[in-house]
């Protein structure tokens, strides 16, 4: 199982990526920051010896566990853009003009990247009594 320092490295490895793929992929952007967020949870479950095999897993945990509750109310927002960001299509459009219509750049950087992601991070550093993660984004 991996580690929390791993996790935690993970996802600071993901977001680094994120920052690299917004100017050319909002698609890819938005998935690496919905697994950036992933593996903070995981870290943060790691601390009760718990590791998910799934997302299912995973958002049953987020979901039921009373000082989850703040993380989940971010991390889904943030699994709902992933999902349409890897599966939605449409007629002709590709995954990426179909994020690019519905979100844009900006959004994907103001709510996906630096709310979500950045709440689950806050969040996440008090259980972890750490001071942050994820560095600022530029």
């Given at each position: 199982?991996?580690?929390?320092?791993?996790?935690?490295?993970?996802?600071?490895?993901n977001f680094e990526l994120a920052k690299v793929l917004l100017?050319?992929?909002?698609?890819?952007c938005t998935t690496v920051?919905?697994?950036?967020?992933?593996?903070i949870v995981d870290a943060v479950l790691a601390l009760e010896n718990i590791h998910p095999e799934n997302h299912h897993a995973r958002t049953g945990h987020l979901?039921?566990?009373?000082?989850?509750?703040?993380?989940w109310k971010h991390y889904k927002p943030l699994y709902d853009h992933s999902r349409r960001a890897?599966?939605?299509?449409?007629?002709d459009?590709?995954?990426?003009?179909?994020?690019?219509?519905s979100?844009?750049?900006?959004?994907?950087?103001?709510q996906v990247?630096?709310?979500?992601?950045?709440?689950?991070?806050?969040?996440?550093?008090?259980l972890l009594s750490m001071e942050k993660i994820l560095t600022d984004w530029p």
């Open positions: 199982m991996p580690s929390r320092e791993s996790h935690i490295a993970t996802a600071v490895d100017p050319t992929s909002l698609a890819w920051s919905f697994y950036a967020a992933l593996h979901k039921t566990k009373r000082n989850l509750q703040h993380i890897r599966y939605l299509m449409g007629g459009s590709s995954a990426e003009a179909l994020i690019q219509a979100l844009g750049r900006e959004n994907v950087e103001r990247i630096n709310h979500f992601l950045k709440q689950v991070d806050a969040s996440a550093c008090r």
